[in-house]
Nanobody, 117 residues
Framework: QVQLVEAGGGLVQPGGSLTLSCEAS????????MGWYRQVPGKARELVGN????????NYADSVKGRFTISRDSAKNMMWLQMTSLKPEDTAVYYC??????????WGQGTQVTVSS
């Protein structure tokens, strides 16, 4: 089992920035992929970006490419999502995700990000 705890959500104006954090614990040696997803009511959860733990090279959804940055510190068991040039359409609940060998999806509780003036 892998436990994930997100933090850092909140209200931000359009064009602003926000950084989310994800603290991981548990059987982390089994994790081979980590990333961020987001979900708005009535829609499916969508990938924001993710990376294989073997190379830490993030892949991003086209909608956030150039604006969002994922980073990870394996020594601290932490992952971050830096969001800049935020738009109202970025409003969602953001989830930290870790995939373990065998394809088991592990999720955090989510943190709300609201982009509004």
């Amino acid at each position: 089992q892998v436990q994930l705890v997100e933090a850092g959500g909140g209200l931000v104006q359009p064009g602003g920035s926000l950084t989310l954090s994800c603290e991981a614990s548990g059987r982390l040696f089994q994790v081979y992929n980590m990333g961020w997803y987001r979900q708005v009511p009535g829609k499916a959860r969508e990938l924001v970006g993710n990376m294989y733990t073997s190379n830490n090279e993030p892949n991003y959804a086209d909608s956030v490419k150039g604006r969002f940055t994922i980073s990870r510190d394996s020594a601290k068991n932490m992952m971050w999502l830096q969001m800049t040039s935020l738009k109202p359409e970025d409003t969602a609940v953001y989830y930290c995700n870790a995939v373990t060998y065998g394809g088991v999806q592990n999720w955090g509780q989510g943190t709300q990000v609201t982009v509004s003036s």
